[in-house]
Every structure is written in structure tokens, then in C-alpha cells.
């Protein structure tokens, strides 16, 4: 049995559909209102559960409140079959939570409240507990006890990195979209203690300072040289970056491989959140299995597609069998 570890951001998801995004001072109505679980650690950990439910263990490693929130994600974890031993509940502090003001459009905006997720600390995890070949974190960014300063390895998360390397398990991690002025700072350090980077092009643009996107354009001609630019800042293995038009990734041999999205219809795609983290399952689970770059890439597609079928982040969440055939119905993007 394959053993991978989810840890780090875990969140109620409050989806609110509304007419219109307002201008400051101004009003919008509020439709349909949906509660999800979100963040990293449900998101993915389902989604990758949902690939393979006989035959991968997968863990949840977080922090959350004493609350309503809080219990309703422990059930639905629980439910989708994933342990939750590794999550901690905070006496004081409420469970984390964002509200996504979704467009029909399928734009979204955040707004999100800390609360547990920013006292999740290495102390939280047990490394001698932690059973699995694959260790995934995320989000870097909205973990601050992790992204505080460290005097030895530059932030609290490297170390925490090292030390699960240390204990012969592959890491990867996962970062947030933010307008964060220390963007580099507290992701970079973490890098060389990386087996595995999967983000998205706005993401892998602003960690080495070369865009990948420009005026809404995407510039393929930089997706090589960003993914060498954090080979050289560290990441052991493989770099997959993933955008609505394609996902590419560099692997520790060398290859790059460029593979378009899939080609969906008009009216597919319900909503978007999750979508991201749908396609690192993907990865991950290609990692655990030991695919082809290129093969992961495609895997990776059809199961972001799949998720990209529902207003929640995993709702859409099929069987690998049944995430691959969105392949042969659809086809992929002439880009």
C-alpha cells in the first residue's frame, strides 16, 4: 500500500455565488451559499483518496478549532476514509476559514480568516509517528508559525523539511497566490530540502522574479527557464508548474515536457476552487506510482478537469479509472 502525508492548511470553505463584484461602498446580491471543506490538506487528501480508495493510505496532518467548523471537517474527512490522527484541536483558537465570493463566470475572490492554521508548528507533528513515503505541505505563505524566521535554516518550515528528509521521506510542498512582500523569503529557504514543487505559473514566476504571464498572455517561451531557475534554487526531483492552458514540469533527469489542457466544452467547468490542488494530486499521485513525467502531466489534467465539474473543491473528485477517461471524451487544447 502506497502512504503519503497531507499536512498544513486546513479551512472551511464558505462558497457564496453572487451577480456581480461591487465597487467599494456599493452592494451585490448573495445566491446560493455552500459550505466546503478547504485548504490543503482536504483538498488534495480527498481528491488523492478518491483516485485510489483500496489501495493508498493517506493521513491528515493539521490544526484546527474546538468548533462547528472545525467538527464538520473531521467528519468529512473521516468520512472519505482519510486519518485524521495527525490533526490537532486547538482549545482556543477557531478553525480557519475563507469565504470564496464566487462569479458565474467562475472568478473568485477570498477572504480568509487565519485562525488555527497560524499556530500549526513543527511541535504539532510527530516526526516519528508520521508512516508514509511522501511527505506534501502547503500552503507556504499562509502557515505563520512555519514561515517565521529561522537563524539556521531561514524559515521554521525548511527545518521542518530537513527533518522529515532526514527520515528518508520525499517532501513537497505547495504555495499560496499572495501579494505577500516576503514572497521569496519565506519560500526559497524550503527549496533545498524539496524532492517535489508543484504551483501554479504566478506562483513559480514571483518565487524566481521572471513572469510567466504578461498582459493575460502566457509566455511559454520562460516556462524552461523558470523551472531550471528552482532547479538551481534547490528541488531535488520534479517541478511541475500548471495553468488553465498547460502544465510542464523539469524531472531530475533532465526532461521538461510541455503537455496542453484538456479541450472541455463550453458550460464543463462549474467553478474553479480546488482545481490547483486537484492537479497536485495528480502529481502526487504520479510521484507515488512512479509515472512518466509526461504521463503525469496528462493524469494530472484530467484530474484537475474532473474537479473543475463542481462548485466545491471536490465534489468533482473521480476514481483514477474514471479521471482518465476525460482524455478520451475531450481531447486536448491546439495551443
Not at 505563505?141 to 527520515?167: F, I, N
Not at 526559497?188 to 513572469?211: K, M, R, S, T
Not at 502526487?284 to 473543491?313: I, N, P, Q, W
Amino acid at each position: 500500500m502506497k502512504k503519503i502525508a497531507i499536512a498544513g492548511t486546513i479551512l472551511a470553505d464558505v462558497i457564496k455565488y453572487i451577480d456581480n463584484y461591487p465597487t467599494e461602498g456599493k452592494l451585490c446580491r448573495i445566491g446560493e451559499v455552500i459550505r466546503s471543506v478547504g485548504g490543503c490538506v482536504p483538498n488534495t487528501g480527498i481528491v488523492l483518496k478518491t483516485l485510489e480508495p483500496n489501495e493508498l493510505f493517506v493521513s491528515a496532518v493539521g490544526k484546527i478549532g474546538k468548533d462547528e467548523n472545525g467538527r464538520f471537517i473531521l467528519e468529512v474527512l473521516r468520512q472519505r476514509g482519510i486519518d485524521t490522527c495527525g490533526i490537532i484541536v486547538d482549545e482556543t483558537l477557531p478553525t480557519s476559514f475563507t469565504d470564496v465570493m464566487t462569479l458565474s463566470s467562475g472568478e473568485r475572490t477570498f477572504f480568509s480568516a487565519e485562525g488555527a492554521n497560524a499556530a500549526f508548528c513543527e511541535s504539532d507533528i510527530v516526526l516519528e509517528r508520521l508512516d508514509c513515503q511522501l511527505f506534501h505541505i502547503g500552503y507556504l505563505l499562509l502557515l505563520q508559525a512555519l514561515d517565521a524566521s529561522d537563524e539556521k535554516y531561514g524559515t521554521k518550515m525548511a527545518r521542518l523539511l530537513k527533518k522529515v528528509r532526514d527520515r528518508g521521506i520525499q517532501t513537497s510542498i505547495d504555495v499560496v497566490s499572495t501579494e505577500d512582500e516576503m514572497f521569496r523569503d519565506k519560500i526559497l529557504p524550503a527549496l533545498p530540502f524539496c524532492d517535489y514543487l508543484v504551483v501554479n505559473e504566478i506562483e513559480a514566476g514571483n518565487i524566481v522574479g521572471i513572469p510567466l504571464r504578461e498582459q493575460g498572455k502566457l509566455l511559454n517561451e520562460n516556462l524552461r527557464l523558470v523551472c531550471e531557475k528552482l532547479r538551481q534554487f534547490g528541488v531535488k526531483k520534479t517541478i511541475a508548474i500548471h495553468c488553465p492552458e498547460l502544465g510542464c514540469a523539469l524531472d531530475e533527469s533532465g526532461n521538461f515536457v510541455i503537455v496542453p489542457s484538456l479541450a472541455l466544452p463550453a458550460g464543463f467547468i462549474v467553478g474553479s476552487v480546488g482545481a490547483g490542488d486537484a492537479f497536485c494530486a495528480g502529481m502526487l499521485y504520479s510521484f507515488l506510482y512512479g509515472m512518466t513525467t509526461e504521463k503525469g502531466l496528462r493524469f494530472a489534467s484530467c484530474v484537475a478537469a474532473c474537479c473543475l465539474h463542481s462548485a466545491d473543491s471536490v465534489g468533482g473528485a473521480k476514481s483514477a479509472q474514471d479521471s482518465w477517461l476525460l482524455e478520451k471524451q475531450f481531447g486536448r487544447r491546439k495551443n
